[in-house]
């Protein structure tokens, strides 16, 4: 007797749905500059990222007087998704490195966008934090596999290009996060502050789609690393909170020794199971290539130096008299610089000139302009040029310390090389936020020779920050890399 299998069937291609990456239409594989669109739809991604980070800020004022909350509580919704961002991004490259990282990109951005919704509906703030971790969740599946997504569409020969255009999608929503924000709250409410991310998600999910290419090359993995990730989520999380802790908030000294040294022991931990995992959740043979180790040091010296500032400059103006819309426009000069040279970075330099070399050009440029800060005065008219040009030096570094990155990262563990890229960036943005916060502090803003004892301080930590950066891109690779190797035989 014949047996119906047409249920079992299409239970089949259900689930073919939701776990095989779909392909592109064939007249978009088939476009010279198909990629291109691909390219696109990262930096969809890549805008939505940078503005949420900066534009959550902005909600503060309202969510303590909507729940009646602390401050201290409030910058958990901030806190929380940070801690949890950075703490997921090596194990969903990882996991997008086995199955797939148009398919974990996509599951992202659908997390990510949902999430978004429900913190806007969140009836408490305990509500809000819960489902601002659920939102990292899906941010760190989208941020693991962008700089991935973009370095296997692009041709070898146009991957810095295309990693400036992702760059300074990212400049993009860091310059119109505060704008963008402060007239959420001012007219509609906090809550459009996440609801502004849903129709860009789907927009996002339907591009991406269709414009995204499958993934060619996995890495094979048997069994996933729950240990590992328990021992990189503690690592991660205890110095982020120590970092927080040391920065200013009132914790003793003890509590912030006791974060740090937790940290240093799970790091430890992590590395030596690693070590001894038959299925590792790292591939440590990754850290001892040269390109990658300098690579991933200029990348959180790089960050540090461009988020030190966006916490500086708004509390010197402020404390100085300026207006909250002034000093955001002023900061705005940043990022600006930052898309200019990362998307025109080929024609402002030769085109043969190598990527070490444009890494030590744009890091000695924003060197020399976190140099001027221990000289200017606080005010408006010098710091503006300033921030231009810092922003223009890591528009050209930005991009091409990721090309060297990931050009020598093999193509099946492109995942993981990403999501140890944003890694890095987390703990640079953490970073420059809690050492400049800290030297403010210590200065104190109460008269103008603190402010300016204040921004002196602030500016030694962020030129030797630079300095850092300058160091990593000179002892970076001076030869090609074995993808460029393997792209030219």
């Not at 004022?61 to 801690?83: I, K, Q, T």
Request: proline fraction near 5%; hydrophobic fraction near 55%.
């Amino acid at each position: 007797m014949a047996t119906d299998t047409r249920p079992r069937a299409s239970g089949r291609r259900g689930l073919a749905l939701l776990t095989v990456e779909r392909p592109r239409p064939e007249s978009i594989r088939s476009r010279p500059n198909g990629w291109w669109l691909a390219v696109a739809t990262v930096c969809f991604g890549a805008f939505m990222g940078q503005l949420d980070a900066s534009i959550v800020t902005l909600t503060y004022g309202g969510l303590r007087s909507g729940f009646h909350a602390s401050l201290a509580a409030v910058e958990w919704v901030s806190l929380a998704y940070l801690l949890a961002l950075v703490a997921l991004l090596v194990p969903a490259g990882r996991l997008a490195d086995a199955h797939g990282r148009k398919l974990l990109y996509l599951y992202g951005f659908a997390v990510f966008t949902l999430a978004s919704a429900a913190c806007g509906f969140a009836p408490s703030l305990t509500a809000l934090v819960a489902f601002r971790v659920v939102q990292a969740a899906g941010a760190a599946m989208m941020q693991a596999n962008s700089v991935a997504l973009v370095t296997t569409s692009a041709p070898r020969e146009r991957m810095r290009s295309a990693l400036g255009v992702q760059a300074a999608a990212q400049a993009l929503g860091l310059a119109l996060g505060p704008t963008v924000g402060g007239a959420l709250v001012a007219t509609l409410g906090w809550r459009w502050v996440f609801w502004v991310n849903v129709p860009v998600g789907v927009i996002a999910l339907v591009g991406g789609h269709y414009l995204l290419p499958r993934t060619r090359a996995r890495t094979r993995v048997t069994h996933f690393d729950w240990p590992g990730l328990l021992l990189l989520a503690t690592a991660t999380t205890s110095a982020l909170m120590g970092v927080s802790a040391a920065s200013g908030l009132p914790v003793p000294g003890w509590g912030v020794a006791v974060l740090f040294a937790l940290a240093a022991c799970a790091g430890l931990a992590f590395v030596r199971r690693q070590r001894r995992a038959a299925a590792p959740l790292l591939d440590l043979a990754l850290l001892r290539v040269r390109a990658v180790t300098y690579g991933l040091v200029g990348a959180l010296s790089g960050y540090l130096v461009l988020f030190g500032p966006l916490v500086l400059v708004p509390v010197v103006l402020t404390a100085r008299g300026v207006s909250e819309l002034t000093a955001g426009l002023v900061l705005t000069a940043l990022p600006a610089g930052f898309a200019l040279a990362a998307t025109g970075g080929d024609r402002l330099l030769p085109c043969g000139l190598a990527d070490r070399t444009r890494c030590l050009a744009g890091a000695g440029v924003f060197t020399l302009a976190m140099a001027g800060l221990l000289v200017v005065p606080p005010a408006v008219g010098p710091l503006v040029p300033l921030l231009a040009v810092t922003g223009l030096g890591l528009g050209l570094f930005t991009p091409a310390n990721n090309t060297l990155i990931m050009g020598a990262i093999p193509a099946r563990s492109s995942g993981t090389g990403g999501g140890l890229v944003n890694m890095t960036r987390g703990l640079g943005t953490a970073l420059g936020v809690a050492l400049v916060t800290l030297a403010l502090q210590l200065a104190g803003t109460a008269t103008d020779a603190a402010l300016r004892a204040g921004l002196r301080w602030s500016a030694v930590v962020l030129v030797g920050a630079s300095l850092v950066a300058v160091g990593a891109a000179w002892a970076g690779p001076r030869g090609e890399s074995p993808r460029e190797r393997a792209a030219g035989s």
